[in-house]
């Protein structure tokens, strides 16, 4: 029901920005989130948004750097990544209807996925 798109390759300190789009259904009554999860490493949360955007959450190792965003008249939820480091580099997910934010466990709907590639 999720479609994370905008990964991609991109050198140390670059910038990319995810886009997690919902095409025939609203999520603008739902929290949504983003984790990330780097081969043989666990998901883990990376950011989360209520839903009407005023309200954000960043794990400690993105904040300052990324920024999480949502824009309900399009039925979609955004992940600007800046200052990127190598390890940064991991599939990132987007999920929504979280009972609680941080954790993965409780969200119903998820993306597929999309590669984040961070070259030293």
């Known amino acids: 029901q999720l479609q994370a798109s905008g990964g991609g390759l991109v050198q140390a300190g670059g910038s990319l920005r995810l886009s997690c789009a919902a095409p025939g259904r609203t999520f603008s009554i739902y929290g949504m989130g983003w984790f990330r999860q780097a081969p043989g490493k666990e998901r883990e949360f990376v950011a989360g948004?209520?839903?009407?955007?005023?309200?954000?959450y960043y794990a400690d190792s993105v904040k300052g750097r990324f920024t999480i965003s949502r824009d309900n008249a399009k039925n979609t939820m955004y992940l600007q990544m800046n200052s990127l480091k190598p390890e940064d580099t991991a599939v990132y997910y987007c999920?929504?209807?979280?009972?609680?934010?941080?954790?993965?466990?409780?969200?119903?709907?998820w993306g597929q996925g999309t590669l984040v590639t961070v070259s030293s």
């Open positions: 948004i209520n839903w009407s955007g005023g309200t954000t």
């Open positions: 999920a929504a209807n979280p009972s609680a934010i941080y954790s993965y466990a409780q969200y119903t709907y």
